[in-house]
């Protein structure tokens, strides 16, 4: 096969199929042998079922986004990569005319056209084609598989940057999936003191405290909202978080955050679940909280993703749990739905024979 690809052709239903080589269409292009992809909740979404709000898989499409390769070809005015370097994809190019564009907030773009989304193919497949400037070189230090997950900690970094969280501060985090668990390690890059990760798993409490987290808790069964903030803060010793960020899209979690968090603290949502909730409203108010919504990632984050992996500051090899070989792209969809694994890579496709 020229450019195999991993295609989902309706609910529960995928193949592989021979695509056509993309061509370079604009002159900053730049062709990419993918080697690593990591699974997402939004792909394991579509493939079981066929939406995400408004975003509807109406004809087949290849899955995937979280990638990382070895650039194969680039058009005649790239200048900053060249044939065999290693980078990051990152997966949605915007329009660049509109006035979020123009505004350095190319991620609320309404022209994205973003890798697995409908109706726009993905990453899983040899060969994907994307501006120069889309393409994030890896130092030396940094391999495939951790440039696989520059994209999930992109989507980190947009959630701490817009939490604004400080040197010295106390934040806590709900949901330790892919991104909560990356929002820990961040927030502590970023340097919160203390960090607190919540989850109802322990399995993935015991990989944020390995990762960055400072405290954990388990939510108990019967409790509510602010029972549950009562028992954070004595675990703090008393201390209210300055930051919260929501990664769990649970509406207990969402609730429990801005009971914890103290007078005037920043809380950030960027998990996804039960598209509407109830919200502690006077809590919220008489706080002053300041609340935001986070989608994807902008200007700087895929860089500075980069930039915490190669430093050491974020180790993301503790998320891969699995990797298979991309004829096995099927078992890791069923892994993730399963609910096993953090963070699953499919290697490849390899090599077309030379
Ligand atoms: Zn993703
Ligand atoms: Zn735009």
């Known amino acids: 096969m020229a450019n195999p690809s991993f295609v989902m052709q309706k609910v529960l239903d995928v193949s592989f199929e021979d695509r056509p080589i993309p ?22 979404h579509y493939y079981t079922h066929g939406a995400i709000g408004s975003f509807i898989v109406k004809a087949p499409m290849v899955l995937g986004h979280e990638s990382a390769g070895i650039v194969a070809e680039v058009g005649p005015e790239v200048t900053s990569l060249k044939v065999g370097d290693r980078v990051a994809l990152e997966p949605g190019v915007p329009c660049r005319f509109c006035d979020h564009c123009k505004a350095g907030k190319y ?18 497949c040899r060969y994907y084609v994307l501006p120069d400037d889309f393409c994030v070189k890896l130092p030396d230090n940094v391999s495939l598989e951790e440039g696989a997950l520059v994209e999930p900690l992109s989507v980190a970094v947009h ?31 970023f340097g919160a003191t203390t960090v607190v990760a919540v989850d109802l798993v322990q399995s993935r409490l015991d990989l944020a405290l390995d990762l960055a987290a400072t405290h954990s808790y388990v939510p108990q069964k019967g409790d509510s909202a602010a029972d549950s903030a009562a028992k954070i803060i004595a675990m703090l010793g008393g201390k209210q978080p300055d930051f919260a960020i929501d990664a769990s899209g649970a509406g207990a979690s969402v609730n ?34 300041t609340a935001r919504g986070s989608f994807r990632y902008g200007p700087g984050d895929y860089q500075l ?15 891969i749990t699995h990797r298979v070989k991309f004829e096995e792209a099927e078992e890791a969809f069923k892994l993730v739905l399963k609910g096993q694994g953090v963070k699953i890579l499919i290697e490849g496709p390899a090599a077309p024979a030379a």
């Open 107 to 124: 991620n609320l773009c309404a022209d994205m056209k973003f890798a697995a989304t409908p109706p726009y193919d993905g990453t899983l």
């Open 256 to 289: 429990t955050a801005i009971h914890v968090l103290k007078q005037g603290g920043n809380y950030v949502q960027a998990g996804m679940g039960a598209p509407e909730i109830s919200f502690p409203i006077t809590e919220f108010t008489v706080k002053e909280i």
């Open 159 to 189: 959630v701490t940057k817009l939490a604004d969280v400080q040197v010295g501060s106390t934040a806590i985090i709900f949901g330790a999936g892919p991104v909560g668990l990356l929002c820990c390690a961040v927030a502590k890059a």
């Open 305 to 319: 993703a980069v930039a915490l992996v190669a430093s050491g500051k974020v180790d993301v090899k503790k998320l």
């Open 23 to 44: 061509k370079l269409i604009s002159p900053r292009d730049v062709r990419i042998e993918i080697k690593q992809t990591g699974i997402c909740g939004s792909d394991v």
